[in-house]
């Protein structure tokens, strides 16, 4: 199947699973707060293998995509710009992390989520499967779950407090190691003030990181529970201002308790 013809396919099956359309980005908003989105905005290098590749086709579109809780705190821009990625390719609903000397062009990425991706996506409707299912696919491509801000509120809702705080605590800690990596050679050279301002940049950066930490080590929980309803309530304002499609069972149950 040539690209164009793959391409046509996929934006059916999109639409046919209830995903809004803006150009190359699909999104929709299911269940328990999840959002979704998938995109083929970007193009990668195919492997020499594949029966998509020639000299004058070494790069295909490429499908990503990603599943995130609507009470965490996610960037507008994955609402708005078809180029900020989800963290998933087709080729780990295989168990493969995606590499370039893998990747067979569209037409196979197109039947894997139509074998295996939408079927996966249509089971995320709480917020216990999209923790299962993001850390599945995370040690897949990564080979660890580890750094993922928005998985801190779905492991909170699900009752997995001390993960969360611990999956917050290093990533708190991996942006000061890195900011202490990158600026402390500023002091030695004498650069007091430009280590200082790259010093409260780095606080700036961490702010949200911080206080959701705090609340969730404090037990803060009806803190938390207007922190998470909150991130609800901008990210349905974005969705609904974005045209993204609600699904019938769409039920936000964090509302309701």
Not at 141 to 150: I, K, N, P, S
Not at 159 to 169: H, K, R, V, W
Not at 205 to 218: D, G, H, Q, S, V
């Amino acid at each position: 199947m040539k690209q164009s013809e793959s391409m046509k396919t996929f934006i059916a099956m999109c639409e046919e699973h209830g995903f809004s359309r803006r150009g190359k980005m699909f999104c929709r908003c299911i269940g328990d707060g999840i959002f979704q989105k998938i995109s083929v905005a970007c193009q990668d290098y195919m492997s020499p293998s594949s029966p998509e590749y020639s000299a004058a086709q070494r790069k295909s579109p490429c499908v990503h995509f990603g599943f995130w809780s609507m009470y965490s705190a996610i960037h507008e821009l994955y609402f708005e710009e078809p180029r900020v990625l989800g963290p998933f390719y087709p080729e780990n609903l295989l168990g493969e992390r995606f590499r370039t000397d893998i990747f067979m062009g569209l037409p196979t990425q197109v039947q894997i989520m139509e074998e295996k991706g939408f079927p996966l996506l249509d089971s995320i409707t709480t917020q216990k499967r999209l923790v299962e299912e993001s850390r599945r696919l995370y040690i897949v491509d990564l080979g660890h779950d580890r750094y993922q801000f928005t998985l801190g509120a779905p492991m909170m809702l699900r009752g997995e407090e001390s993960a969360a705080i611990d999956q917050l605590y290093g990533l708190y800690g991996r942006e000061w190691r890195n900011f202490h990596h990158c600026c402390d050679h500023l002091k030695s050279e004498g650069k007091i003030d430009e280590y200082l301002a790259e010093e409260h940049d780095c606080e700036m950066r961490i702010k949200e990181i911080y206080e959701f930490l705090w609340m969730a080590a404090m037990g803060e929980k009806e803190k938390l529970r207007m922190y998470f309803l909150e991130n609800l309530q901008k990210n349905t304002q974005l969705a609904k201002e974005n045209k993204i499609r609600f699904g019938e069972n769409y039920r936000p149950l964090l509302e309701t308790l």
